[in-house]
């Protein structure tokens, strides 16, 4: 049988970030759950390549029934295929998985979540920045990643919305094998990632709707592109991403002198503002920890 819907079951599975093999899954699954309603025993294979469907009953009990083709497969509504890709997303809740949750709830400064059925718990010093000083509204649905700790209080699952791990985690969903590097500053709202350049030009297309898009998913107040350096040497690659990471984090600034162990900035006349300074200071000596700085 072929997928009628194919494009509407790809474009749910690309929502979520899935590849095709898990897509092919979670349909199987949502199949099963339509015959499992009926109380009947089905087998169902996916080939999304393909777009077929093949199924079989069972007929009869244990090992006496014989199986028998269908022709026609009960097809799951978008709902049901839906959420039977969240409880697959659920998994066996290990650290660091990455979920959509629903706003449920709040407590203690935190918010809950509920996920798929479950509820986590997300205490109000892992909230993200822009969370932290703006509730989400209840029915307000954000990514999430699980923590391997519970809450003392109520034994709920505990999530984050917070930190370079939390990054790091969203965005190998988003984006797989593109970032090769993160550094989370000012409070952990203003995060410097690191890619090749091919998908650097991506997520600046149609003036930079990917990186606002996940600047609104990750709840950060501002997102810095640094392309990876290039160059004969290492040493030539380094100073490459040092003159573009100053030049995306604060253009005004001038690098009069970037030797192998220190870096002269001029910072311009007008920057009166000593936390701006010490905020961009502080992420330069992340991503350069080995230079001595010298702002002028």
């Known amino acids: 049988m072929k997928i009628a819907n194919i494009d509407t079951i790809r474009a749910i599975g690309e929502e979520y970030g899935w590849n095709e093999a898990q897509i092919e899954q979670a349909l ?8 499992a309603e ?3 025993l089905v087998e169902v ?3 999304m390549q393909d777009q077929t469907i093949a199924a079989r009953r069972r007929n009869g009990y244990g090992d006496r029934g014989v199986w028998i083709d269908i022709r026609e497969p009960i097809m799951p509504s978008v ?3 839906m959420q039977v890709m969240e409880m697959m997303q659920w998994g066996d809740g290990s650290p660091g998985s990455v979920l959509e949750g629903e706003v449920s709830g709040f407590r203690d400064g935190g918010v809950i979540y509920r996920v798929s059925g479950n509820l986590v718990y997300v205490p109000e010093n892992l909230l993200s920045v822009m969370d932290y000083h703006s509730r989400p509204e209840l029915g307000t649905k954000q990514v999430l990643s699980l923590c391997s700790s ?8 505990m999530g984050t919305r917070r930190g370079k791990e939390f990054v790091a985690s969203v965005m190998e ?22 890619m090749g350049t091919e998908h650097m030009s991506a997520w600046l297309e149609s003036g930079g709707v990917n990186v606002r898009h996940l600047q609104q998913v990750l709840g950060v107040r501002r997102i810095t592109l640094l392309p990876e350096g290039v160059g004969e040497t290492e040493l030539e690659q380094r100073d490459n991403e040092i003159r573009h990471f100053v030049n995306n984090a ?8 970037l030797t192998e162990d220190r870096i002269v900035i001029h910072t311009p006349l007008d920057a009166t503002d000593p936390r701006k300074v010490r905020t961009f200071t502080s992420m330069l000596k992340k991503i350069c920890p080995e230079r001595e700085q010298v702002i002028m």
Not at 150 to 157: E, L
Not at 173 to 194: E, F, H, K, L, T
């Open 28 to 35: 199987s699954t949502a199949i099963r759950v339509c015959y």
């Open 38 to 40: 009926r109380d009947m």
């Open 45 to 47: 294979d996916v080939n």
């Open 79 to 81: 709902n049901m295929f």
């Open 150 to 157: 519970r809450d003392n209080v109520s034994g709920m699952r």
């Open 173 to 194: 969903c988003y984006y797989p094998d593109c970032v090769s590097g993160i550094w989370m500053g000012a409070s952990n709202s203003w995060a410097v990632i690191r």
């Open 250 to 257: 604060w253009k005004s600034c001038r690098i009069a002198a």
